[in-house]
């Protein structure tokens, strides 16, 4: 019978194992976080709208901006819109929404609800930022922020259909249908032509929204003060590969990052003729017959760069997945040290969005205000995890 014991304590163990780490989520998914405070001058406004073209093609528009600083202080902006929130965490499910994430009521970001755009200068430069497969854009809200506050009007989108959720100011809700899922591609026969066809959806949606900011910049609060002659396109994974694609074939785009995403469509065979930052995790490791594909496409697209646009970088201890607001939300001690412990991560999430916010700004400085940096000078003794590579 002593067996019958131990199967019993060890079950007993278990079960307090598994109740404490109940707490420890629990107790993580109600305490309250900021977003990392954005590193430049001025403050951030934002505006969430919905578009709508002349075939009803419909769109919720995200848009961060420089924002004017008045005698009355600004309503600090929800990180989501109470009716968006709730439509995410029912999409989530309940295990998601209230043990294995944050209390999204909870979190707080650095942006104000739509003040006036800060009259500092007659123009801003324009960043157009993709999410990474069919992710919300406000996933990436720390990264906006930052680039806002540096003196851009970043511009994110929800697409219907495309998007994981998408809920319009009306309170209509629209989910992404089965066939824009770009991760259904994977382990296909056709598993390329897929991914192709969808960069290409991906790539139009942000002509499409181009198209819509020229409304915008003739009307209300944004009349005159979008430059879209210096246009810039970010993007993390699928969304990097979107930004490549459309910088190399849409004239608008005056230069371009990709975090992290591997390379579809036409960019590969016919380059980028705009400078161009690939910003990438350390992937040196990973020997498989994709992957190095995966590296021999991107070294071919970054060899034929414009000399004087022509970047490439590594994060030393970069996880693919912290690039969006993750690496912010995920701040448990345990939960890091664990995922150290088994090699997911090499560098605190906080810290890797720190250093790929810092890249960010450094590019479009140089190549949409012509500040000037070039490949010697973009490492900073700040950030010693930037590796620049070629």
């Given amino acids: 019978m002593r067996w019958l014991s131990r199967i019993s304590k060890a079950g007993m163990l278990g079960g307090v194992l598994f109740l404490a780490l109940l707490t420890v989520l629990w107790v993580e998914h109600n305490t309250p976080l900021d977003l990392p405070v954005p590193t430049g001058p001025f403050v951030v406004g934002r505006l969430v709208t919905a578009s709508m073209d002349e075939d009803r093609r419909e769109i919720v528009i995200w848009i961060w901006y420089p924002a004017a600083v008045g005698r009355s202080v600004p309503t600090r902006d929800d990180y989501l819109p109470p009716p968006l929130r709730a439509a995410v965490e029912r999409d989530r499910g309940t295990l998601i929404s209230q043990f294995l994430t944050r209390d999204l009521s909870k979190v707080y970001g650095h942006s104000y609800h739509e003040p006036d755009v800060s009259p500092q200068q007659q123009s801003y430069p324009v960043v157009m930022i993709r999410a990474g497969a069919s992710a919300e854009v406000w996933n990436y809200s720390t990264l906006a922020e930052d680039l806002a506050s540096h003196g851009y009007v970043v511009v994110g989108f929800d697409v219907p259909y495309r998007t994981n959720v998408v809920v319009f100011p009306d309170g209509r809700v629209v989910k992404r249908t089965p066939e824009n899922n770009p991760e259904l591609c994977l382990g296909r026969q056709d598993q390329e032509a897929c991914a192709n066809k969808l960069v290409m959806k991906w790539t139009a949606d942000v002509g499409f929204v181009l198209d819509q900011l020229k409304r915008l910049n003739t009307s209300g609060k944004f009349t005159g003060r979008l430059d879209l002659t210096h246009v810039g396109v970010l993007g993390h994974s699928f969304g990097g590969a979107t930004a490549a694609q459309f910088c190399s074939q849409d004239s608008r785009c005056k230069a371009g990052i990709d975090i992290d995403g591997s390379l579809h469509g036409s960019v590969i065979q016919t380059g980028i003729s705009k400078p161009f930052l690939f910003l990438m995790a350390d992937h040196s490791k990973e020997t498989d017959p994709e992957s190095l594909q995966i590296q021999a496409d991107i070294q071919s697209v970054y060899r034929r760069l414009p000399p004087d646009g022509k970047l490439k ?36 999430g906080r810290r890797q969005l ?8 450094s590019l479009f400085d140089a190549y949409l205000k012509g500040k000037g940096i070039s490949p010697l000078n973009f490492s900073s003794p700040f950030y010693p995890e930037i590796q620049l590579v070629s």
């Fill in 313 to 348: 970088a590594v994060i030393r201890g970069a996880n693919h997945f912290l690039f969006s607001d993750d690496g912010a939300l995920l701040k448990s001690h345990i939960v890091m040290r664990t995922l150290r412990a088994f090699g997911v991560i090499g560098i605190d």
């Fill in 354 to 361: 720190a250093v790929t916010a810092y890249c960010v700004h």
